[in-house]
């Protein structure tokens, strides 16, 4: 018994005498980071509105509001060693790493803060946004939310029943240890999946991020919550209604997301016609349905110039990048919600001739294709069409 005890000590006190001895508890560069940090630095831009938006993301009183959502769960307590980080720098890191993509070393020089300091406020920041903001602006859509969001796609697209718009984009990540060729997608580079749903106004509605990069939209789709809950039927979707003109007369129509062809046609899922075989009736429904469609687009696009950490591969596990990626999609919601970002429809769409060809996803239903078919007829009658769809024609 003595024996093991004894062996038991010397292992202990051989790890000890192994272990590297921190040469500081404090960098001294870092030590003066009260006084000539970034974070201290920034509060100068307080007196100029515009440049405080461009280095914050968003306008002053947005900022506010976001720290008082936040505080409570990013505030630290103090210990006799050191005092904690406080919770509005806690918060600007995060920012700043969202809006610039730079390293958490080069990170570490500005704010003054140790490097692995920074990656881990940029961690508990991103869950603690997500966690907070999540349940107010991108909650599940209520009946009356999607009736609502079908609302607008017809008053700002012109689009008829949809209550969505619906695509996938892939999110640029370093090569996982040990993953191999899972994450590696058709574009040649390592990502994870970001299948999203946005509003008539590019707000997203439904998120499912970290899917591996090398399925396709389609496979993603069907495996996300969205798709599960909608092939649940607990979406909370109206039933089937006249398109609008045909309220008296016309046969129920379901409601549907738009989606490009990289998703399967399915009564609630419309994508443009095979570009094969196109007459100008089917030219035009895909004009329309692309009109609707590109919002999802746009979103991806206001997302991405926002927070230029998707503009390179994001250095981090694929759980972090997971929290990474949701944070970002809340705070557009957010940000949009609050600094009134508003996108204004245009006659100009892509052209419907250079929509890509891809492989269907799965042999359609006649139901499906009866209901594609009704809505391109739809777009011909003189309550359906709008009068530019011609342009679009052969």
Excluded at 36 to 51: A, M, P, R, T, V
Excluded at 251 to 280: K, T, V
Aim: hydrophobic share 35%; glycine share 6%.
């Amino acid at each position: 018994m003595s024996t093991t005890s004894s062996s038991d000590d010397d292992d202990f006190l051989m790890w000890q005498l192994s272990r590297r001895k921190r040469r500081f508890w404090v960098h001294p560069y870092n030590e003066d980071c009260t006084i000539h940090g970034n974070f201290i630095l920034s509060q100068q831009l307080k007196s100029d509105e515009d440049k405080f938006q461009l280095y914050h993301r968003m306008s002053q009183n947005t900022y506010q509001l976001l720290l008082d959502l936040v505080k409570p769960s990013l505030t630290k307590q103090n210990t006799h060693y050191r005092d904690c980080v406080p919770a509005e720098e806690r918060l600007l890191i995060t920012i700043r790493y969202l809006a610039t993509g730079s390293s958490f070393r080069a990170m570490s020089y500005i704010f003054k803060r140790g490097e692995t300091t920074i990656g881990k406020i940029v961690n508990e920041s991103c869950e603690a946004i997500w966690k907070v903001l999540q349940p107010i602006y991108m909650k599940k859509p209520s009946t009356n939310d999607w009736l609502s969001i079908s609302q607008e796609f017809l008053q700002r697209w012109n689009l008829p029943n949809c209550v969505g718009a619906i695509d996938g984009k892939h999110i640029r990540i370093q090569k996982p240890m040990n993953s191999g060729s899972s994450y590696f997608n058709y574009k040649e580079y390592f990502s994870i999946h970001l299948m999203a749903c946005a509003d008539a106004n590019g707000s997203f509605t439904t998120v499912d991020v970290g899917d591996y990069g090398r399925n396709n939209d389609s496979g993603v789709f069907r495996n996300s919550g969205l798709g599960q809950a909608l092939c649940n039927k607990t979406l909370n979707i109206l039933e089937s209604v006249p398109l609008p003109g045909e309220e008296q007369f016309g046969q129920p129509f379901p409601y549907y997301f738009a989606a490009d062809e990289g998703f399967p046609l399915s009564i609630n899922i419309m994508r443009p016609y095979n570009g094969r075989a196109l007459n100008n009736n089917r030219r035009i429904f895909n004009y329309r349905l692309s009109r609707g469609r590109k919002i999802v687009e746009c979103a991806f696009g206001m997302f991405v110039s926002k927070f230029r950490v998707f503009e390179t591969p994001i250095s981090c596990s694929v759980q972090k990048a997971d929290k990474i990626v949701k944070a970002a999609c809340v705070l557009h919601n957010f940000i949009k919600n609050h600094d009134n970002i508003i996108l204004n429809p245009t006659d100009d769409a892509t052209n419907i001739t250079n929509i890509p060809i891809i492989i269907n996803q799965g042999r359609p239903n006649n139901n499906s294709t009866e209901s594609r078919e009704y809505l391109c007829n739809y777009f011909q009658k003189p309550y359906g069409l709008v009068p530019w769809q011609n342009k679009y024609t052969l």
